[in-house]
C-alpha cells in the first residue's frame, strides 16, 4: 500500500483568501501510559514548497523524522510547540489534555490567522485559538500538520529519552511509554513512577490483555508533588524550545 503524501492544497486556499500565518497542528502521546501529551503548531512561507520526505510521522523512521525536524524548522516561519503533563492528563483526561496542549503551542507561534488541526471537531476551539478548520486524518493529508506530526514526536521522543535516563529499566528510550512487553515487565518489577499515567492503568491492562497486580494502583513507592513533576516536564520543554528555535 503506497504511503500517502500530504499536499498543500489546504494552505494554498487559505493563502488565496489572503492569510499569511496558517499554522497546522497535531499532536503526539496520547495512547502511551506514561509522560507528557505534545503537540506543535508549525506556520509555513505561503508559496513554499514541501520537504521531500515529510508526511504523517507514525509512517516515518526515527532516523528520518530526526533528519527532516531540523529542516522543517529551518524553513518554518513559526513554531510552537506545547505539552500537557501527566498530572493534567490524570485530572483533566487525556482527550482535553491533548486540547490544553495544541492551545499552548498555538499560544507560543507569535500570532496566527487561521489553524489547521488533525483530527475532529473540538467542542469550543474556536472560541479560544480563533478560524480553524479540522481535518480527519490531517497529518497524513495536510503538509502543514505533517510538519507539526514529525516536529511533535522528534521533540516527545527526546523527552521521553530524558526520563528514561532519570528511571532506567522501562525501556522509555525505546517504546516512548507505550505498553509494551518490556514495559509492563519493569513496571511489575520496580512499580511506578511520577511519569506513569495512573488514570491509565485499567485501560492498559486491558489493551495489554494480562491482569497486572492490582496494588500498582497503590504499591507504596514515593510519589513526587504535582509541582515537583511539572517543574521538570517545564525544564524538559524548554531544553525541546530552544532546540525549536535553533
Not at 203 to 217: C, E, I, K, N, S
Request: net charge neutral.
Amino acid at each position: 500500500m503506497a504511503v500517502r503524501v500530504p499536499t498543500l492544497r489546504q494552505e494554498r486556499r487559505l493563502w488565496n483568501e489572503g492569510l499569511v500565518r496558517v499554522a497546522g497542528v497535531d499532536e503526539v502521546g496520547v495512547a502511551p501510559t506514561c509522560g507528557a501529551v505534545v503537540a506543535a503548531a508549525v506556520i509555513m512561507k505561503p508559496g513554499c514548497h514541501r520537504i521531500p520526505g515529510v508526511r504523517d510521522s507514525k509512517t516515518l523512521s526515527m532516523a528520518q523524522r530526526e533528519r527532516l525536524a531540523p529542516i522543517i524548522r529551518r524553513r518554518a516561519l513559526a513554531i510552537g510547540i506545547g505539552a500537557a503533563s501527566v498530572a493534567e492528563i490524570d485530572r483533566l483526561n487525556i482527550y482535553h489534555a491533548t486540547h490544553l496542549a495544541m492551545r499552548r503551542a498555538i499560544a507560543r507561534l507569535g500570532g496566527h490567522e487561521h489553524v489547521l488541526v488533525d483530527g475532529n471537531r473540538i467542542v469550543g476551539f474556536e472560541e479560544q485559538v480563533g478560524p480553524y478548520t479540522n481535518i480527519v486524518d490531517g497529518d497524513a493529508k495536510v503538509y502543514s500538520i505533517a510538519c507539526a506530526s514529525v516536529v511533535a514526536k522528534v521533540v516527545r521522543d527526546r523527552m521521553m529519552a530524558k526520563l528514561a535516563a532519570r528511571y532506567p529499566g522501562y525501556g522509555w528510550e525505546h517504546n516512548q511509554g507505550y505498553a509494551t512487553r518490556d514495559h509492563r515487565a519493569a513496571i511489575r518489577e520496580f512499580g511506578l513512577t511520577p511519569f506513569h499515567r495512573r488514570s491509565f492503568l485499567a485501560l492498559q491492562r486491558t489493551l495489554a490483555g494480562d491482569q497486572m497486580p492490582l496494588d500498582l494502583f497503590n504499591d507504596g513507592a514515593p510519589v513526587e508533588s504535582e509541582a515537583d513533576e511539572d517543574e521538570t516536564l517545564d525544564d524538559l520543554i524548554a531544553l525541546e524550545l530552544v532546540a525549536a528555535a535553533g
